[in-house]
């Protein structure tokens, strides 16, 4: 069995009303359940964790280390396009991830087409809604049976 992380990074928790246009309606709670159920019935441990604050989610990710898991993925939300200390502690802890956006980044405003971390990445899921964490943790799963 292995442990899968998934990182949620800020105004995330609004998903479901905020900007329906580019978010879509799915809350993220939802999201949450479907993807522990895929997770379980595949034999593995699925963790949830976000947070609207850059220190929380990179203590997470040094404790994910720590905790053994073995693959993360994690919509960065606005700290794609900011946050070199989010990157860094992906980067420190050496834990292969996915990096999913719910909106086509690429369509919107030109400060959000610069990823901090797509070039770390295994991939990048983006534009496909909520079903992009769905996609997400199916190639991490692919991933992790293969090195099992
Ligand atoms: C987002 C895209 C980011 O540009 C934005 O700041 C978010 C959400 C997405 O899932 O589409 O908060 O990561």
């Known amino acids: 069995m292995a442990t899968v992380l998934v990182l949620n990074g800020p105004n995330?928790?609004?998903?479901?009303?905020?900007?329906?246009?580019?978010?879509?309606?799915?809350?993220?709670?939802?999201?949450?359940?479907?993807?522990?159920?895929?997770?379980?019935?595949a034999g593995h441990e699925l963790l949830w964790y976000q947070s609207n604050a850059?220190?929380?989610?990179?203590?997470?990710?040094?404790?994910?280390?720590?905790?053994?898991?073995?693959?993360v993925i994690i919509n960065p939300a606005a700290?794609?396009?900011?946050?070199?200390?989010?990157?860094?502690?992906?980067?420190?802890?050496?834990?292969?991830?996915?990096?999913?956006?719910?909106?086509?980044?690429?369509?919107?405003?030109?400060?959000?087409?610069?990823?901090?971390?797509s070039d770390m990445a295994i991939g990048q899921i983006c534009g496909l809604g909520a079903g992009g964490y769905e996609y997400a943790l199916l190639a991490a799963l692919e991933r992790i049976g293969d090195t099992q």
């Open 12 to 41: 995330l928790n609004l998903l479901g009303s905020r900007e329906p246009r580019y978010y879509g309606k799915t809350p993220l709670a939802n999201i949450e359940t479907k993807l522990k159920k895929i997770a379980a019935d």
């Open 79 to 117: 700290f794609t396009h900011t946050s070199i200390a989010l990157r860094d502690a992906l980067s420190a802890t050496a834990i292969p991830f996915i990096e999913v956006h719910v909106s086509n980044i690429y369509a919107r405003e030109a400060f959000r087409h610069n990823s901090y971390f």
């Open 54 to 71: 850059e220190h929380e989610l990179i203590n997470r990710i040094h404790s994910a280390h720590n905790e053994g898991v073995a693959f």
